[in-house]
């Protein structure tokens, strides 16, 4: 069944990567996973790593590994600003695994309560929900 459609923009550091209409937008907030559709309520909110769908249409979803940000909706606009944005089709599992490994010895060795440490743990949260992506293929 077909469903109404709304603008979902979204932007990183480098620049506009998506804009078009959808019918849905599936991604992960702080609060857990949200499914927007057209005409949904005011939202801000956080963005966790995560895999980013954009449904074109039920059978047609463009699919990209998402780094922290935020989405806003308003107006039948969602609006998503992230730090990274991914094509899943470029992920690399053994690259993964290496940041992870890396992440995790600083995470070791830092002072739990340093800034470094803090990083690190957030690149493991990172890694881990690109890695989670790659095993759902």
Do not use: W
């Amino acid at each position: 069944m077909a469903h109404a459609r709304f603008i979902a923009e979204v932007l990183t550091p480098e620049g506009e990567a998506f804009n078009e209409e959808v019918e849905m937008v599936s991604t992960r907030t702080t609060l857990g996973l949200i499914g927007i559709l057209a005409n949904h309520a005011p939202l801000l909110a956080r963005l966790e790593p995560t895999e980013l769908r954009l449904y074109r249409s039920e059978n047609e979803i463009v699919r990209f590994a998402q780094g922290e940000g935020y989405v806003q909706v308003v107006d039948n606009h969602a609006l998503l600003l992230v730090e990274e944005l991914i094509d899943t089709s470029e992920l690399d599992r053994s690259e993964l695994e290496r940041l992870r490994e890396e992440a995790e010895r600083v995470s070791a060795s830092a002072d739990a309560d340093s800034e470094s440490a803090a990083y690190a743990r957030r690149e493991i949260r990172r890694v881990e929900a690109f890695l989670s992506i790659l095993d759902e293929k």
